[in-house]
């Protein structure tokens, strides 16, 4: 079993969300902690190791550590805004 970390933007993020999206989110970060890998799961591309599951119109992007089983979340956001500074 993979164990979940939130960097501060994302738990900040978490925390922005309203309330029927949090709920779900708040599921799919913990079935990351079983499969880091889930159906619908796509690779950046021109990243090396980022991944990113969508909810609803959110975001989540994060980065798996399979040597270590560590899914490390990086951003959270709205679809419109994830993409930006990454």
């Known amino acids: 079993m993979y164990k979940v970390v939130l960097s ?16 779900a989110i708040k599921d799919n970060l913990i ?11 796509r690779k950046l ?21 399979d040597g270590i089983l560590k899914v490390e979340v990086i951003k959270i956001d709205h679809r419109k805004q994830v993409y930006r500074n990454l």
Not at 8 to 23: G, M, R, S, T, V
């Open 8 to 23: 501060k933007k994302a738990e900040k993020q978490l925390d922005a969300i309203p309330n029927p999206y949090y709920k």
């Open 31 to 41: 079935n990351l902690a079983i499969d880091p890998r889930p159906y619908g799961y």
């Open 45 to 65: 591309v021109g990243y090396t190791d980022l991944y990113r599951i969508q909810v609803g119109s959110y975001r989540i992007i994060y980065s798996i550590h």
